[in-house]
């Protein structure tokens, strides 16, 4: 008998107000120096963002597909700190930090072990079609205001 549940891709999970996201590094991950490429830590930060998400209650996809809008990386600020190699197993922490009409502000922080390997602030904005900025549903706002980290980085 299969479990179907075991079948799904995993989601990380919430401890407390935080989202932890597990990833692996592979092959395809890394450059010719046997590190992962710079742009890749941006994966990993956006698989975590969007499970997050998902596992809050935040629909992304019913409101793309209603033609209202979707999420647009605003702003970043990234800071690499040491690499990741093939093979390592890595966390990518995840806490909403501020969250205004239309944007949210999610600080992340990709480690091994205790290490932290990589951080950034990334801006997300919900934009409407036409590419301007819109009103986040009060849901979703509600949700991030439950969310707001209220410890220290780290």
């Given amino acids: 008998?299969?479990?179907?549940?075991?079948?799904?891709?995993?989601?990380g999970r919430f401890e407390g107000r935080e989202h932890r996201f597990a990833v692996?590094?592979?092959?395809?991950?890394t450059d010719l120096s046997g590190v992962v490429y710079h742009a890749n830590y941006l994966?990993?930060?956006e698989r975590a963002r969007s499970d997050m998400l998902r596992l809050a209650g935040i629909d992304q996809r019913a409101v793309h597909d209603a033609g209202e809008g979707a999420y647009a990386v605003a702003d970043l600020a990234i800071r690499y700190r040491a690499p990741a190699k093939l093979d390592d197993a890595l966390l990518v922490v995840s806490r909403i930090h501020a969250v205004r009409a239309a944007r949210v502000v999610i600080h992340q922080t990709v480690r091994r072990g205790s290490l932290v390997?990589?951080?950034a602030d990334v801006t997300a904005a919900l934009v409407a079609p036409s590419g301007r900025?819109?009103?986040q549903p009060a849901a979703?706002?509600?949700?991030?205001q439950r969310l707001i980290w209220q410890?220290?980085?780290s």
């Fill in 151 to 153: 410890g220290t980085n």
């Fill in 43 to 45: 994966r990993y930060m």
């Fill in 117 to 119: 390997l990589t951080e």
């Fill in 24 to 29: 692996r590094v592979y092959f395809e991950d």
């Fill in 140 to 144: 979703w706002t509600d949700i991030y």
């Fill in 1 to 11: 008998m299969r479990d179907e549940e075991s079948d799904q891709p995993q989601a």
């Fill in 133 to 135: 900025p819109k009103r």
